[in-house]
C-alpha cells in the first residue's frame, strides 16, 4: 500500500485560517496533525467523513497518533467536537501535544480566548483517561507506521516570557519513503531563530514544507532558504493568501518553490514519495473563490 500525505479542505467561509493534515501509512493507518477552528462549524463530520472514505468499508479508522503542534483554536477544537462526538468507528493509539500552562509564567502576554481554549482541552484530557497521551521533547524521534518523526523543538527551548502564542508550537520533521516534510506548526520567530541556529542546512532541508501559521506572520526568510522545500502546502483561502503575497517569508518561501497547493481550493493528496506534478487536487467541497 501507498503512502500518502493529504491536505484537507477546512471550511474556511467564516474564518481564514485552521488546518488538517493526515498521513495514511503502508498499512493503512493513519497520522494525523491538527484539526479545524470552532467556526468551521462542521468539520469534525467532515474530517470524519475524510477518513471513513479512505478505509475499506467495514474497518474501523485506525489512528496511529494525532499531533497537535500547538493549542490554538484553528488547532484543537474540532478534535475536541470530533471525539466528542458519537463516531464508534475509529480507533485512536496516542496523542501527541506540549503546551504550557494555560496561567503560567507567560500567560499575561496571550489572549484571554486563547487560555479558555487551552483549559477546556486540558480537562477534557483529564476526562479522557482512556486516550493514551505523549508529550514530546526536542529531540526526541517518534517511529509511527513507517514515518519517522523527529521534534526539533518545543517551546520549552524559548526563553521566557513567550509574548507570541505561536511560538509555544511544536516543530516537527518527518521522513516518509525517503523525503522529508517539514511541520512548524504556527511557529514564529523566535522558534525560527532557534532552528536556525541549532540545525544545519542539510539538517533543515525538506522535499515538501508546511508554510508556517498558514502563510501569514511565522518563521523567517532564513529559516525557508534552509528548509528550501521544492513544494510548499499552505492552510489558508487563496484569498487571504493573497493578501500575503508579499510578505516577506511568504515570498521567499514561494520563490523557492516549484508547485504549491492552497487548502481553500480542494484537499490534494501528494503519493510518496512525491514525484514533481503529480499531486491530485479534488473539487472544492465548501469553498468558493
Request: glycine share 6%.
Amino acid at each position: 500500500m501507498d503512502t500518502v500525505l493529504y491536505q484537507f479542505e477546512n471550511d474556511y467561509r467564516n474564518i481564514d485560517c485552521g488546518m488538517f493534515y493526515a498521513v495514511k501509512c503502508r498499512d493503512g493507518s493513519f497520522f494525523l496533525i491538527d484539526s479545524a477552528h470552532q467556526d468551521s462549524k462542521n468539520d469534525h463530520i467532515r474530517i470524519h467523513e475524510f477518513l471513513k472514505s479512505l478505509v475499506p468499508a467495514g474497518e474501523k479508522i485506525r489512528i496511529r497518533g494525532w499531533f497537535f503542534s500547538h493549542a490554538h483554536q484553528d488547532h484543537i477544537v474540532k478534535f475536541m467536537d470530533f471525539i466528542r462526538s458519537d463516531f464508534n468507528d475509529y480507533e485512536i493509539e496516542a496523542l501527541y501535544y506540549n503546551f504550557p500552562d494555560p496561567d503560567g509564567e507567560s500567560s499575561e502576554h496571550w489572549s484571554e480566548d486563547d487560555k479558555v481554549t487551552m483549559r477546556e482541552f486540558r480537562d477534557l484530557m483529564a476526562e479522557r483517561t482512556d486516550l493514551k497521551k505523549i508529550t514530546p521533547h526536542t529531540g526526541d524521534v517518534f517511529r509511527i507506521g513507517n514515518l519517522t518523526i523527529k521534534v526539533l523543538v518545543t517551546w520549552e527551548e524559548i526563553p521566557m516570557p513567550i509574548i507570541r502564542f505561536n511560538d509555544t508550537s511544536v516543530v516537527l520533521m518527518m521522513e516518509a519513503e525517503g523525503q522529508k516534510i517539514f511541520w512548524p506548526g504556527d511557529a514564529g520567530e523566535r522558534e525560527a531563530e532557534y532552528l536556525t541556529a541549532h540545525y544545519s542546512d542539510t539538517e533543515l532541508k525538506a522535499d515538501i514544507l508546511q508554510l508556517a501559521h498558514h502563510g501569514f506572520r511565522g518563521a523567517s526568510v532564513e529559516l525557508y532558504e534552509k528548509v528550501n522545500a521544492p513544494v510548499v502546502l499552505i492552510s489558508t483561502r487563496q484569498e487571504r493568501l493573497n493578501d500575503n503575497l508579499e510578505r516577506a517569508t511568504t515570498k521567499k518561501a514561494l520563490e523557492l518553490s516549484k508547485e504549491y497547493y492552497v487548502a481553500g481550493n480542494g484537499t490534494v493528496m501528494l503519493k510518496l514519495p512525491y514525484v514533481p506534478g503529480t499531486a491530485k487536487v479534488f473539487p472544492q467541497e465548501v469553498n468558493e473563490h
